[in-house]
C-alpha cells in the first residue's frame, strides 16, 4: 500500500481555485450552523456518567456526522479565501490507501507505528514530549531526561526561546539560528543516550514555513526517517506557509504529522461539536495535510487541558470513532492542568492515557500546568501515561473497566481543574547534570502507582 | 413580559430578528434610546460572565453579539443628538502580532470589547509592530491591544512598545497584552500597560484604565 501523498498537487491547486469565502461567514454561515445540523441529525449526545463510553453506534455515528460535516464544509486557505473542498469518493479512496503502519526511526532504534483498534492488546506507541519552551541551558538536559525513558518510542523536544542568547523571533534569522540549533542538539542528545536513530518529531522552535525547510537534512538535521508537523487555523483553516509545509515534507520525505487542537467551548461549542470537529480534522489531516499521523489535541477555551471528564469524552468517543471506521495512526496528546511532582499531573496523567489508549489511540505525553510555563514539564509525567498506556493493553481492558477506572481517577482531581497546582520547574525535580530524577519526586510518583494498582490498574512491572 | 426585558433576552439568546422587531417596538413606544442601549450593554455583559462561567458556549456568544450589533444599527439614528450623553467608553485598535496567525482569543476579546462600547479595529492576524502604531494614529485609538499565542512570536509585543517609546508616543496609547503563553510577569518586563488572563477581564480592566486615562487627562489640563 502506498503512502501519502494523496493528489496532493490537485488537492494543493483547490486553495487556489476554491469556492470564494471570507474569514467570518465561513464560521457563521458554514463552520457552525453545519456542525449543528449534524449534531442533530446524528444523535449525538455526550454523557457526563461515562467519560469512557461503549457504545459502538456512537462512535459510528461521530464517524459519519464527522465525514458529512468535513465534506459539507471544507476547509478555509484564508491567504486566498478560497475553501478547499472534496468529493466523497475522493475520501473513500484516500481513507482506502492508508496503509496503517509506517516503520519510523531508523537502525536497532526503527519501530513500528501503527493504527490501533478500540481495545487493542498491542501497546501504544508512545512520543514523550514535554511541550514547552525551556532556558536554553536547559535543552540539552531536558531533551537527554526525556530521551533516557524506556517506554519512549519517540521524541520531541523543548521549544527555545533563545538562541545564543538572542531572544527568537518567529520569521526572522534568529528562528532559524534557533531551530538549527534545535535539530542539531537534539540529534547530539539522541546519540549521547545510545538512541542514534529514535523516531524524533522536530523542531518545535520552527514555526515558520521557512525555519522548518531549514532544517531539513539527513545529517545533523531532520532526517526523512524522523518526522515533523503541521498545523490548522482555528477552526478548519489553512494559509499558504502551512501549504509550503506540506509540500516540502513530501518533497523532503521525511513523515508528516497532522497537529490539530479544536478548542472546547469555542467555534465548535460543547462536548459534541467538539469530537465531530475532530473527526473532519483527522480527514483533514489526512487530504490537505498529507500526512502520515494524526496527532491531536481537543482542549478546553478557558483551562488549555484535556483531563477533564468532558475532554476525556471528546477524546474517548473521536478517538473509537476513528480507530472503527478507519485505518488512520493518531496520536492522543494529553493537555493537563497540574505542573510537575503534584499527585495531580500523575493522576491526571493516568487519566488521559486510559481514556485514550482503550479507544485507540496512540499516546504524546504530556502538556502540563496549562502548557503555559517555562521550564514547567518533567519525563515523569509522560513516564505515568506511558506506563499506564500499558498497563490497558497488558491487562486487556475493555472500555467499561477503563470507565470505571477513569471515574474514580478523576474524582480525585476534577474539583481542582481551574486551581490546580503549578507544581515545579524541572530543575527542581531533576538532578540536572545526570538528567535524573531526584527522589521526592520518584517517592511521589510510586505512591500515586500504588494507588493506581489499588484501584485495580494492573501494570506489566 | 415588558419590551425591554423581551429585548434583552432576544438579544441573549441570538435571536436578531425578534430583537430588531422588539427594538422597532419600543422606539415606536418612544421609549428612551440611552435607557435601551444600557440594558442592552447590562444584558450581553451577563453573556460575556455566562461564557466565562461555561454555561454558554462561543457559538451562543456570538450569535448574541451578532443580534447585539443588529439592534444597535437599528438604534443608531435615534441616539444621534444624544451621544455626549452616552459615555464613550474608548477606541482600540487590537490585532494578533507578526508571524503569528492565531486569532480566536483576539477575536473573543475584540467582540466583549465591542459589544460593551468600545469602538474596535481588528487588525487580524500576522500584524507588524509598526502597523498597530499607524492604526492606532489614523482612528487616534485610546488602547492597543496585542495578542500572541506562541513564544517566538511574544516578543512582537514587545516591538510594539519599544517603536512607542523610540516614535515619542509612549504615553499616547494604554497597551494591553494577552495570549496563553503570556503572563503578567511577561507584561511587566516588556512594559505594556495590562495584561488579562481572559477575555471577560479584558473589559473590566480596559474600563478602569480608559477610567483612570480620562481621570489622569482632566487632572492634567
Known amino acids: ?342 499527585e495531580m499531573v500523575l493522576y491526571e496523567a493516568a487519566a488521559h492515557a486510559l481514556a485514550s489508549t482503550v479507544s485507540g489511540a496512540n499516546l504524546w505525553e504530556a502538556a502540563v500546568a496549562h502548557n503555559k510555563y517555562k521550564n514547567r514539564a518533567t519525563p515523569l509525567e509522560a513516564r505515568m501515561a506511558a506506563e499506564v498506556g500499558h498497563a490497558c493493553a497488558h491487562m486487556n481492558l475493555t472500555r467499561e473497566g477503563a470507565n470505571e477506572l477513569v471515574q474514580k481517577i478523576v474524582a480525585k482531581y476534577e474539583e481542582r481543574v481551574a486551581d490546580a497546582p503549578l507544581g515545579s520547574l524541572f530543575s527542581e525535580c531533576y538532578d540536572v547534570a545526570k538528567a535524573v530524577p531526584r527522589k521526592e519526586y520518584l517517592d511521589l510518583y510510586a505512591r500515586v502507582k500504588d494507588d493506581l494498582i489499588e484501584m485495580g490498574l494492573e501494570f506489566p512491572y | 413580559m415588558e419590551i425591554l426585558e423581551r429585548l434583552v433576552q432576544a438579544v441573549q439568546d441570538g435571536e436578531a430578528e425578534e430583537a430588531v422587531a422588539l427594538a422597532q417596538e419600543a422606539m415606536a413606544a418612544k421609549m428612551e434610546p440611552l435607557a435601551v442601549v444600557d440594558a442592552l450593554t447590562e444584558g450581553i455583559r451577563e453573556v460575556g460572565d455566562r461564557f466565562e462561567r461555561m454555561e454558554i458556549f462561543l457559538p451562543e456568544m456570538m450569535l448574541a453579539a451578532q443580534a447585539m450589533q443588529k439592534t444597535l444599527e437599528l438604534l443608531s439614528p435615534y441616539l444621534e443628538g444624544q451621544k455626549e450623553r452616552r459615555e464613550e467608553k474608548g477606541t482600540v485598535v487590537i490585532g494578533t502580532v507578526e508571524g503569528d496567525i492565531h486569532e480566536i482569543g483576539k477575536n473573543i476579546v475584540a467582540l466583549l470589547l465591542e459589544v460593551n462600547g468600545f469602538t474596535v479595529y481588528d487588525l487580524g492576524p500576522d500584524v507588524n509592530a509598526l502597523d498597530f502604531i499607524k492604526r492606532a494614529q489614523e482612528v487616534k485609538a485610546d488602547i492597543i491591544g496585542a495578542s500572541a499565542l506562541m513564544t517566538t512570536t511574544m516578543p512582537g509585543q514587545g516591538e510594539i512598545i519599544e517603536l512607542l517609546r523610540d516614535m515619542g508616543l509612549r504615553d499616547h496609547f494604554h497597551v494591553t497584552v494577552g495570549g496563553t503563553p503570556v503572563t503578567q510577569e511577561w507584561a511587566e518586563e516588556i512594559g505594556a500597560d495590562s495584561w488579562a488572563e481572559n477575555a471577560t477581564k479584558a473589559v473590566a480592566i480596559l474600563e478602569r484604565a480608559m477610567k483612570e486615562r480620562r481621570g489622569h487627562a482632566r487632572a492634567t489640563l
Open chain 1, 1 to 342: 500500500m502506498p503512502a501519502p501523498p494523496y493528489k496532493m498537487w490537485e488537492i494543493l491547486e483547490r486553495a487556489r481555485t476554491g469556492p470564494f469565502c471570507e474569514d467570518e461567514p465561513f464560521i457563521m454561515e458554514r463552520f457552525m450552523p453545519q456542525l449543528k445540523a449534524v449534531i442533530r441529525k446524528y444523535g449525538i449526545e455526550y454523557d457526563p456518567a461515562t467519560p469512557v463510553p461503549s457504545d459502538d453506534h456512537l462512535a459510528d455515528a461521530l464517524w459519519r456526522a464527522g465525514l458529512e460535516f468535513f465534506l459539507e464544509v471544507g476547509v478555509l486557505c484564508v491567504d486566498t479565501h478560497r475553501i478547499i473542498t472534496f468529493e466523497e469518493g475522493e475520501v473513500k479512496e484516500a481513507l482506502y490507501l492508508v496503509p496503517g503502519e509506517y516503520l519510523v526511526g531508523s537502525g536497532k532504534d526503527a519501530r513500528l507505528l501503527k493504527h490501533r483498534p478500540v481495545e487493542d492488546t498491542n501497546p501504544p506507541f508512545v512520543i514523550f514530549s514535554p511541550d514547552i519552551t525551556c532556558d536554553e541551558e536547559l535543552f540539552s538536559p531536558l531533551s537527554i531526561a526525556y530521551l533516557k525513558e524506556p517506554l519512549a518510542d519517540g521524541v520531541c523536544a523543548p521549544i527555545l526561546e533563545e538562541s545564543m542568547g538572542l531572544k527568537i523571533k518567529a520569521q526572522t534569522p534568529t528562528e532559524l539560528a534557533g531551530s538549527i540549533e534545535h535539530a542539531m542538539s537534539l540529534r547530539q542528545a539522541a546519540k549521547l543516550v545510545g538512541r542514534p536513530g529514535i523516531f524524533l518529531v522536530a523542531a518545535g522552535t520552527a514555526e515558520s514555513d521557512i525555519a522548518q525547510i531549514s532544517i531539513s537534512h539527513s545529517d545533523w538535521g531532520v532526517r526523512t526517517s524522523d518526522s515533523r508537523l503541521v498545523g490548522a487555523l482555528t477552526e478548519l483553516k489553512i494559509d499558504n506557509a502551512l501549504l509550503n509545509k506540506v509540500a516540502h515534507y513530501q518533497q523532503f520525505g521525511c513523515f508528516a504529522g497532522s497537529l490539530t487542537g479544536p478548542i472546547y467551548g469555542g467555534y465548535a461549542g460543547r462536548a459534541e461539536g467538539t469530537a465531530i470537529l475532530q473527526v473532519a480534522y483527522h480527514l483533514m489531516g489526512l487530504l490537505v495535510h498529507q500526512a502520515h499521523y494524526q496527532m491531536n489535541f481537543p482542549f478546553h477555551i478557558h483551562y488549555t487541558s484535556n483531563s477533564s471528564r468532558e475532554l476525556l469524552w471528546v477524546i474517548s468517543a473521536s478517538h473509537q470513532a476513528i480507530a472503527r471506521n478507519s485505518k488512520l495512526i493518531s496520536f492522543s496528546n494529553g493537555f493537563l492542568n497540574a505542573g510537575p511532582a503534584t
